[in-house]
């Protein structure tokens, strides 16, 4: 079975590169991992980096990146031959699209996870193309396909998910190796999403325990025993919507009040930071004693998927800038409210989510 690492820097741009006292063997091939056995490599792009610096860049780790596409329709009815007037494609998953937007937000994102087949080397084409740096394990099983059905006149939208197909456990052995390396570059990881069938439910609370003990921030977006694993090893922030943290503790949150008293269970459990999104509805954010209740604006929205991997995107990205809980919150419902104006998942104009950030409103709960 080909296995490999994928590793890109190509077009971070002048910019990022200012941020790093020294780059070394820049579109050097990696070398052979021993692990690997005697298959042949399967390696998208054999360029290789070392950076001796101060650490700048945010890991974005998700096992289940997908193909991405749009399809419009003017009226779709069931059980008919419908065509679609506009198909747009792309790449997402939580955690490509919470790299898109760390980019757009002028982060330094690095993507990490699995990639296989003709669809991962087109989500590794797409991601250098705008400048994002990738270390991706190759592994035999093909990245999936998502398709978002939106249906113009009822104003509803629909998603298609391909599940993700197993991998082996050594697959699993190789991305944490890949974590390993990039920790010490790093100001934070951020998780996204369910894991590929293969890995351990407890492969996330793995990932928080190195992210801890590289003392970098270690943010978990997910639900159930993956998340409930996590909790255990102190994430420094947890963000599932209202449905996934319902999942996760296991019972319907019916109001504002129930949803508040499963937040303060999960921090008791671990997590020292907690954030709910609830896309309509409010978020709200609990830090200690303290609890934020965030209104998005009111926007004409053309597609929602991924504003909540773009709301994570902007709150880690104002939380490394020094934000308090609260005002990060803001500006995560700002980059999520921007990206639903977009109709593909994870790709937002920062003049957008400026504008939209003063628009939002935060309330002081507690």
């Known amino acids: 079975m080909p296995r490999g690492f994928l590793l890109s820097f190509a077009g971070l741009g002048k910019a990022l590169f200012e941020q790093f006292s020294q780059v070394d063997d820049l579109g050097r091939t990696m070398g052979t991992n021993p692990s690997n056995g005697d298959h042949e490599k399967r390696v998208y792009n054999r360029s290789q980096s070392i950076f001796n610096a101060a650490p700048s860049m945010i890991l974005c780790l998700g096992t289940t990146p997908a193909l991405q596409r749009v399809m419009f329709f003017r009226q779709l009815r069931l059980d008919a031959v419908n065509r679609a007037h506009r198909t747009l494609e792309g790449i997402a998953g939580k955690s490509i699209n919470v790299a898109k937007v760390?980019?757009?937000?002028?982060?330094?994102?690095?993507?990490?996870?699995?990639?296989?087949?003709?669809?991962?080397?087109?989500?590794?084409?797409?991601?250098?193309?705008?400048?994002?740096?990738?270390?991706?394990?190759?592994?035999?099983?093909?990245?999936?396909?998502?398709?978002?059905?939106?249906?113009?006149?009822?104003?509803?939208?629909?998603?298609?998910?391909?599940?993700?197909?197993?991998?082996?456990?050594?697959?699993?052995?190789?991305?944490?190796n890949v974590i390993a390396r990039h920790l010490p570059q790093c100001l934070a990881l951020v998780m996204s999403g369910t894991l590929a069938p293969g890995g351990k439910v407890d492969f996330y609370a793995a990932c928080v325990k190195s992210a801890r003990t590289a003392g970098i921030m270690a943010v978990v977006d997910a639900q159930g025993p993956p998340l409930l694993e996590a909790l255990a090893a102190g994430p420094t922030l947890i963000k599932p919507n209202r449905s996934e943290l319902a999942a996760t503790v296991g019972r319907a949150l019916a109001d504002e009040a129930a949803l508040v008293k499963a937040m303060h269970e999960v921090q008791e459990r671990g997590a020292e930071r907690v954030v709910v999104t609830g896309g309509a509805e409010p978020t709200l954010a609990l830090e200690g004693e303290k609890l934020w209740r965030i209104s998005s604006p009111r926007i004409t929205a053309v597609n929602p998927i991924g504003s909540g991997d773009s709301f994570t995107a902007g709150l880690v990205w104002r939380l490394l800038r020094g934000d308090d809980l609260g005002e990060a919150a803001r500006w995560g419902a700002a980059a999520g409210a921007a990206n639903a104006l977009s109709p593909m998942p994870g790709e937002l104009e920062l003049k957008d989510v400026n504008r939209l950030a003063g628009e939002v409103l935060k309330e002081r709960l507690g």
């Not at 994102?109 to 705008?130: D, K, N």
Request: hydrophobic share 45%; with cysteine.
């Open 102 to 176: 760390l980019k757009a937000l002028g982060a330094a994102p690095l993507a990490t996870g699995f990639l296989g087949g003709v669809g991962g080397e087109q989500i590794q084409r797409v991601l250098e193309s705008r400048g994002v740096a990738v270390d991706f394990v190759s592994v035999a099983a093909p990245t999936r396909e998502c398709v978002t059905v939106i249906d113009e006149l009822d104003r509803t939208i629909t998603e298609l998910v391909q599940e993700s197909a197993a991998v082996d456990v050594a697959d699993y052995e190789s991305l944490q």
